[in-house]
């Protein structure tokens, strides 16, 4: 049970994706103006366009990762510094632009259903 303060502030959610170019700015876009949400993205290649870092994870309240190998990549890592923390795999291919459609309509779904967001 959350006690009144914890209630107030908002859950810190980061968004995962590759290279932090269409899925994960999508995710950040559509929640980042949800009062109950503070969110953040990044991504684990390399050549990201904004790397997560061990710092963004510390962060995190939730994660969300749209394929099993960002949450693999992720594991690989930053181990220890998510042995705490809740990772949630979203199944969204790479075959979005950045707010196409389709893609925004399925993580309004699939983050709204996870968190017991309306």
């Known amino acids: 049970m959350l006690n009144p303060a914890q209630e ?3 859950l810190k959610v980061l968004f995962v994706c590759s290279r932090n170019q269409w ?5 950040e876009q559509i929640w ?7 969110v953040r993205s ?3 290649s390399p050549n990201a366009r904004r790397r997560v870092s061990e710092q963004d994870l510390h962060w995190a309240d939730a994660i969300f990762v749209m ?3 960002h949450k693999s990549r992720l594991l690989a890592e930053y181990g220890p510094v998510l042995e705490q923390k809740a990772i949630h ?3 969204i291919p790479d075959e979005y ?3 196409d459609p389709e893609l925004v309509e399925e993580l309004e ?3 709204s259903a996870i968190l017991g967001l309306g």
């Open 97 to 99: 632009k950045y707010m």
């Open 42 to 44: 990044g991504g684990t």
């Open 89 to 91: 795999v979203l199944d």
């Open 23 to 27: 899925r994960s700015p999508t995710a």
């Open 32 to 38: 980042r103006r949800h009062p109950a949400l503070s």
């Open 67 to 69: 394929e099993e190998k």
């Open 109 to 111: 779904r699939s983050v």
């Open 8 to 10: 107030k502030s908002p």
